[in-house]
């Protein structure tokens, strides 16, 4: 059983759009909910995180909304940019280390 | 600082045949963290380990060994390689004080089972 769902599975979106990424979870033990950015041929890297006694968090053009209630969060890109393309993984986590991770969205931000 | 290195880059193996893959992390990171990445999927985790001489399983652990006699390096050993074990491998590394529980990745092995 897949615990974290994410969508969609690829993303086109124009340049100085709003990228959308969606992610659903069923452990309610998670007490935290990272998004990693991989670019082709590297690892993944921690983009930005949430804590689920928040319902948002904001960094720069990045910010994830968090729906306790409906055990989901999503990403929003906001201004996207050609160099935001990159594959981006949704996960959840608890107990520090038992990390679980969305299938991931491929995004492609069009100039 | 180089991070979390990972040899080799890629590996072709036989059915049958025996690896290690390498893993080294030069942050004295106390957590250290085996994922494999299937084409299309997200990463499951494989094994961890909080500390030199600890290591527990994760969510897909069967086939693969580890160990974990210093701070640095957490090698994984595969033992009778499978085509089911084809795959990108990560290793993954962070601080026991990090806030965010930020995991730190290295660059992945990517090794195909024939």
């Known amino acids: 059983q897949q615990q974290v769902k994410q969508s969609p599975q690829s993303l086109i979106v124009q340049k100085g759009g709003i990228s959308i990424i969606n992610c659903a979870y069923e452990?309610?033990?998670?007490?935290?909910f990272p998004w990693y950015q991989q670019f082709p041929g590297k690892g993944p890297a921690l983009l930005i995180a949430?804590?689920?006694?928040?319902s948002e968090k904001k960094e720069g053009r990045f910010t994830i909304s968090f729906n306790k209630s409906a055990k989901q969060f999503s990403l929003h890109i906001m201004d996207s940019q050609p160099g935001d393309s990159a594959t981006y993984f949704c996960?959840?986590?608890?107990?520090?280390?038992?990390?679980?991770f969305g299938s991931g969205t491929k995004l492609n931000v069009k100039p | 600082n180089a991070g979390v290195t990972q040899t080799p880059k890629f590996r072709i193996l036989k059915i049958g045949q025996s690896m290690t893959l390498q893993c080294t992390q030069d942050?004295?990171?106390?957590?250290m963290y085996w994922y494999r990445q299937d084409p299309g999927m997200g990463l499951k985790l494989i094994y961890y380990?909080?500390?030199?001489?600890?290591?527990d399983k994760g969510e897909v652990p069967n086939g693969y060994n580890v160990s974990r006699s210093t701070t640095e390096d957490f090698p994984l050993r595969l033992e009778l390689a499978a085509p089911s074990q084809t795959s990108v491998y990560f290793c993954?590394?962070?601080?026991?004080?990090?806030?965010?529980?930020?995991?730190?990745f290295g660059p992945g092995t990517r090794l195909t089972v024939t």
């Open positions: 452990n309610t033990a998670f007490d935290y």
């Open positions: 949430i804590r689920p006694d928040v």
């Open positions: 942050m004295n990171h106390n957590y």
């Open positions: 380990s909080v500390g030199a001489g600890i290591t």
């Open positions: 996960a959840g986590g608890y107990n520090f280390n038992k990390f679980y």
């Open positions: 993954a590394s962070r601080s026991k004080d990090s806030r965010h529980y930020e995991q730190y």
